[in-house]
């Protein structure tokens, strides 16, 4: 498990690496940083102060090196526009994004793994088309679109729900549901198909030859075993989402990253963009490295060599 | 002294749907099991031997549909039992040992909680006690450091101590009744032969019924006490193990005897027997005999009604055949 351990966190950090110098070199992909943060106005020597002033002028592998240096502390430099310390306007953010992915995960899950059990004890059943009408309309509709309709009925036609903003528990339903809607199909997909391999396997038979309830034999036996590749797409998922989420928070005006980003991009806020690319991009390496170790938690064939 | 009857089937029929047509891979099967005896079933592969032996269990796919006249364990009538009923006496009263060591455990869970399991379902015994029996049941399969055992997971363990594992799992709760599926199929040879002795011993130790279902007839001589031969989803003939190596009555049994080298008697460079022609199709109904169409001492008799399983040959030995076994000499 040790080493097992230790060999995934190598590469973790290796892929942590490699991100953050593609992040970085976004900067130059978009033409000269200093050139576009003088504006259309600038003279020749204010281009050229401005890239004094930052530090574009020195060799890339020194700046790399530098910013680097200083992001493994947590100083990613200041907003360009907010003329704020970045690491603290990301932070003040980060929760809200963090809560509304997580309040989505759960809805989606909550909803899928049900649904994929039900659809695979009784394939071709009435629940199991049902299922799969719902895969097949999540799957198609935009999430933006599926956001707009929510708000619509939801928040104008029926009054229930709050339309915009992150003050209370309310403001996050729709947007949860939106967020979440978007990896349901796929999640109960995969449950599905777990579940149908699964109970057909041999040590579903042994252990109802043993007589054990089903409910056990299910919950148990079967589930265990499914639910491994499902964790795996979660944790991938929920990385996206945390992407995504920068549709779903403009829609719903929600002060969360996603917006942040949104904004920034508008800006012009390279330290801004990047610290956030970077921030996300850590995040979804963080969350595979999580299901790889609850994986190899819930498989000892991973676990014990 | 008379045998205690354990298990007592008649008339065992499955039926599986298909799109060409009502299959029927087990027809109207009787046999008993009495205590501390071994049954073989015998026969080849797709002959009906498995399913007959998931019937009993009331372990059948969905689709197939299960009819019985008798089937009795000890006193109970198992064909009034609902799902429910009938798990209290799965892994409890009954057991089952499986053909696919490899596959047959559960890979997310170790051995100690996959062997309790039965007895704590089953109510038997709290956890230490269930502990302390599966020890000792290990060491008795002959697996060493028993206890270290219970706390690893089935990947650990080669094909053979996993089906020592099966085996220990079956007798968990104290059956009267195991059923072995071809347990030694998926084992190398030089396991095959410790697998059965195992089961042989343990079988005369506890005093259970065992049925032993395989297509080895080398394994049959050597543990069964009774042996049923079937064919095509019927049993074409049945006896004591005795009656049907000496004096084999149905030209199939024959047929199957004579595929088996015996050293010594059988000449060397000689040709074995082989049995021509394939198993016929079990969709649909079939008049008369099963096996008509290989056997070479059929006649207009043989397919025009249906062969029942006659006892013309003593209480202890019976046959599927229209030909008296005199009729049948070459």
Redesign the interface.
């Known amino acids: 498990m040790f080493t097992y351990l230790l060999r995934r966190l190598g590469v973790a950090v290796l892929v942590a690496l490699t991100v953050s110098l593609i992040t970085f070199s976004m900067i130059y992909l978009s033409g000269d940083p200093a050139v576009a943060l003088a504006g259309e106005a600038a003279t020749e020597e204010d281009i050229e102060s401005i890239r004094t002033y930052y530090g574009y002028d020195r060799p890339i592998l020194v700046q790399y090196g530098d910013w680097l240096f200083k992001a493994l502390q947590g100083d990613f430099g200041q907003s360009h526009y907010l003329k704020q310390p970045v690491a603290l306007v990301i932070f003040e953010r980060l929760p809200t994004t963090m809560m509304l992915g997580l309040c989505a995960l759960v809805f989606a899950l909550v909803l899928s793994i049900p649904l994929g059990v039900l659809a695979a004890i009784r394939p071709n059943s009435l629940i199991d088309r049902t299922a799969l009408t719902i895969a097949v309309i999540g799957q198609a509709m935009p999430s933006f679109w599926f956001a707009l309709t929510l708000m619509l009925w939801f928040g104008i036609v029926w009054r229930l729900l709050p339309i915009t903003g992150s003050d209370s528990w309310a403001n996050f339903v729709m947007p949860s549901i939106a967020l979440g809607y978007y990896i349901t199909p796929a999640a109960m997909r995969l449950t599905r198909a777990g579940m149908l391999e699964v109970l057909s396997a041999d040590y579903i038979r042994t252990a109802r030859a043993k007589g054990l309830r089903s409910v056990t034999v299910l919950f148990k036996h079967a589930l265990r075993n499914a639910i491994l590749p499902v964790i795996s797409l979660a944790a991938v998922q929920f990385g996206f989402m945390l992407g995504g989420s920068i549709v779903i928070e403009t829609i719903f005006a929600i002060n969360g990253l996603g917006f942040l980003a949104w904004e920034s991009i508008q800006r012009a806020d390279l330290p801004m963009m990047q610290a956030i690319v970077l921030v996300l991009s850590v995040f979804y390496i963080l969350l595979t490295l999580l299901a790889d170790m609850l994986n190899a938690w819930l498989d000892p064939r991973i676990r014990v060599a | 002294m008379a045998a205690e009857r354990i298990l007592e089937v008649e008339g065992l029929s499955v039926a599986i749907p298909t799109p060409s047509g009502m299959l029927h891979p087990v027809q109207n099967v009787k046999f008993h099991v009495d205590r501390g005896e071994t049954v073989a079933i015998v026969g080849e592969s797709g002959c009906g031997k498995s399913l007959t032996s998931l019937a009993i ?1 009331n ?1 059948l796919p969905h689709r197939a549909m299960r009819s019985a006249d008798r089937l009795v364990l000890d006193d109970t009538d198992m064909l009034r039992l609902g799902e429910r009923q009938m ?6 009263r009954m ?2 040992i ?1 053909q ?1 060591p490899m ?8 051995i100690g909680d996959q062997l309790t ?2 007895p704590r ?2 109510g038997q015994s709290g956890m230490s006690e269930a502990r302390d029996r599966a020890v000792w049941l290990l060491e008795k399969v002959g697996i060493t450091a028993a206890t270290n055992r219970l706390r690893q ?1 089935p ?2 363990l080669s094909g053979g101590l996993r089906q020592r594992v ?1 085996i220990a ?1 079956a007798l968990m709760c104290g059956p009267d009744l195991i059923i072995a599926d071809e347990p030694t199929t998926a084992l190398d040879v030089t396991i095959q032969a410790q697998i059965l002795h195992l089961l042989a011993e343990l079988q005369r130790e506890f005093r259970t019924g065992l049925i032993l279902i395989t297509h080895d007839l080398g394994v049959v001589a050597r543990v069964a006490d009774r042996v049923a031969v079937m064919y095509a989803g019927q049993i074409v003939e049945e006896g004591t193990a005795h009656r049907i190596f000496t004096t084999p009555s149905h030209p199939y049994t024959r047929g199957l005897l004579d595929c088996i080298p015996i050293p010594g008697k059988t000449a060397r460079g000689s040709h074995l027997g082989s049995i021509p022609g394939i198993v016929p199709s079990l969709i649909g109904e079939m008049p008369g005999c099963h096996f008509a169409e290989r056997c070479r001492h059929a006649t207009g008799r043989c397919t025009s009604r249906p062969v029942g399983l006659g006892d013309g040959l003593g209480p202890d030995h019976r046959v599927r055949c229209v030909f008296s076994p005199e009729e049948l000499q070459p």
């Open positions: 269990m372990l798990s209290d006496i799965r892994g409890n057991s089952m499986f696919e596959t047959s455990l559960n890979p997310a869970y170790t399991e039965g379902r089953h997971y990947h650990q099966m799992m």
